[in-house]
Each structure stands twice: as structure tokens, then as C-alpha cells.
């Protein structure tokens, strides 16, 4: 008798256990840039710890179009309970929709940052058969041949377009800007040489780079890429106003608890702690950073305000 109530017990806690697993919604994870790109890159190296962390399934979604703003505004629609988030980062964030006529979104006030996860500045690649290995030669043989000449990006008001657009500003080039969905196509075009120049990420170019397939000219940062010793800032190259910086970091849409987002955060920064990820970030060009929402919110802020006046003042418009 008591054999079978003992069974019986652990019959209904097994069924219990069982509905309740079936019942844990799983967490999406947006990607507003297709595989292979440097947010994608985040989101799939961030994806497996914060499963174990949060001990529920973590889905990677890919949702690529203008720049991240579909992504965006997906998330803009999304219930505000902690189970859809997306790999935000400086295009749609403070570009793109600076770009648009009429904005598709506030990047201020119509999401719940999370965290940071990441910063980095990027790497100027052009084909290797481009008889160029500098700034100021590529600037030179960008002039001679303005009727060719043009720079990739990974779509219309990615932070990709309008490092090729400041490039423009700053060196009186004139390259015709051609948007890709995304920067694995783009970069896919720059190694044929049917484009000449894409200021990307280095997780993205770093494997081209190192494959011989792309050159790299300048880099973006303050001090050089330790991937890229040898390859001057723009800086150096005599071009200080090319000083760019990106960011990637988690954020939810608008209307969050303080719980959920403070739940969200904890996990974020665990998986960010964790050798295997850090290592991973490295190896991508880009540095850990950890931050809090409210920092995060600053940093989005900040970024609004720095670069909203460079796109009025370059007429760059989204459609």
C-alpha cells in the first residue's frame, strides 16, 4: 500500500514537473542583421550561457532590414515581459532613424536597456587586389577614379554607411555608397572588387584579413588593433575626424519591470564574466563592457546626441 502510494506520488510529480517545463516560454533573442555578421556573432556567443543562467531556452531569431530598424521595431511591439529582447547596437539606436523623415521609433524612450555587452571600433578593408596599403593612398586613388569608386555597408543607415559617409566628409572623396542586408553579402562583393572599401567591424573582417582576401587601411580607434598591429588609426593616417566607436548591448522594449530588467542584467553580466565568452569577444577585435541599464540608457543617449548633428550636416537620408 504504501509501495503504491509512493509510486503514485512520484508518478504526479513527474507529470507535474513535466507540464511545467512545457510551460517555460522561451526567451527570443533578436538579431537585426542576417548570420554571420559581427551582431549576430554576439548574439550567438552570448546565446548558450544565458540558457544555463536563466535555465530557459534561448532562441536566436535573425531579423535583418534597414539597418536593424525592422528588428526594432519588432521589439517596439513585443510584450514587456522579459521573453523577447534583441542585440541592440549603434545603427538602429542612433542612426538610422535620425536618417528617416519620419522616425519609425525613439530610441530613448521606446525600449528598456538591459546592459552592454561589448565595444569596439572598426577596421577599413578593401580588396586585396586594390593597388592600395593606406588611407592616404586609397584616398588618392579614390579621387582618380571617382567615376568607379564606391564603399559597401551592411544597409542604409547601419553605422557601416555612414563611416563610408564621414570618410567622404572628411577627404572630399566622392564614393558612391552601395547597402548590402546585411555585411557577410557586402563583404562577399568586396573581395570580387565589385566594391572597394567597407569600414566593418573586426569581427567581420578579421577572417578576410587574415585570409588574405582583404586589406586592411585604418582602423577607427584611438590606438591600434592588436589583431592589426601594424595598420595606423585614422588618426595617424592624418584623418582624426574617421574616430569612430560601436557598442552592442541587450535591451527589451518599453515598459519592463525593474525586476524583469534587473533579472535580465544579473544574467547578462554573468555570461560576460565567463572565460569562454570573454575569449570569444577577443578574438572578434571587440572588448567586454559591462555596465548597468542605467548606463546603458546613458551611453544611448549620449550617442543621440553626438551624431544626430554629423547626419543633419551630411543630408544622409533613409527611405
Not at 541592440?88 to 519620419?102: R, T, Y
Not at 577614379?145 to 543607415?157: D, L, P, R
Not at 567581420?204 to 590606438?223: C, D, H, N, S
Amino acid at each position: 500500500m504504501v509501495r503504491a502510494w509512493c509510486l503514485g506520488a512520484w508518478v504526479a510529480m513527474s507529470f507535474s514537473a513535466s507540464v511545467g517545463a512545457q510551460n517555460v516560454k522561451p526567451i527570443k533573442l533578436i538579431v537585426g542583421f542576417p548570420p554571420g555578421g559581427g551582431i549576430d556573432i554576439v548574439a550567438r556567443t552570448l546565446q548558450p550561457a544565458l540558457q544555463e543562467i536563466l535555465n530557459v531556452p534561448v532562441v536566436v531569431e535573425n531579423k535583418p532590414g534597414a539597418g536593424g530598424v525592422v528588428a526594432a521595431q519588432e521589439l517596439t511591439r513585443a510584450a514587456p515581459d522579459g521573453t523577447t529582447v534583441l542585440i541592440a547596437n549603434l545603427g538602429p539606436f542612433a542612426l538610422a532613424p535620425n536618417m528617416m523623415a519620419k522616425k519609425p521609433y525613439e530610441p530613448t524612450v521606446d525600449f528598456s536597456p538591459i546592459g552592454l555587452t561589448s565595444t569596439g571600433a572598426y577596421i577599413a578593408v578593401v580588396p586585396a587586389t586594390l593597388p592600395v596599403t593606406t588611407l592616404k593612398e586609397f584616398v588618392a586613388w579614390a579621387k582618380t577614379n571617382a567615376a568607379k569608386a564606391s564603399f559597401a555597408s551592411g544597409g542604409a543607415g547601419s553605422i557601416t554607411h555612414l563611416n563610408g559617409e564621414l570618410l567622404n566628409a572628411q577627404a572630399g572623396t566622392a564614393l558612391v555608397h552601395i547597402p548590402y542586408k546585411g555585411s557577410a553579402p557586402a563583404i562577399v562583393d568586396l573581395i570580387a572588387g565589385q566594391t572597394h572599401l567597407l569600414v566593418d567591424s573586426p569581427s567581420v573582417v578579421l577572417p578576410q584579413i587574415k585570409a588574405g582576401k582583404l586589406k586592411a587601411i585604418y582602423v577607427t580607434g584611438r590606438e591600434r588593433d592588436s589583431n592589426v598591429p601594424e595598420v595606423q588609426t585614422a588618426r595617424e593616417s592624418g584623418y582624426p575626424g574617421l574616430e569612430t566607436a560601436g557598442w552592442q548591448g541587450l535591451v527589451g522594449p518599453a515598459g519592463m519591470s525593474n525586476e524583469t530588467i534587473a533579472r535580465l542584467n544579473t544574467a547578462l553580466r554573468q555570461a560576460l564574466q565567463r572565460p569562454d565568452v570573454r575569449a570569444r569577444f577577443l578574438t572578434t577585435g571587440a572588448t567586454v563592457r559591462e555596465s548597468t541599464p542605467a548606463e546603458f540608457a546613458a551611453q544611448i543617449k549620449a550617442d543621440n546626441d553626438k551624431w544626430i548633428p554629423v547626419i543633419q550636416a551630411s543630408g544622409v537620408k533613409m527611405e
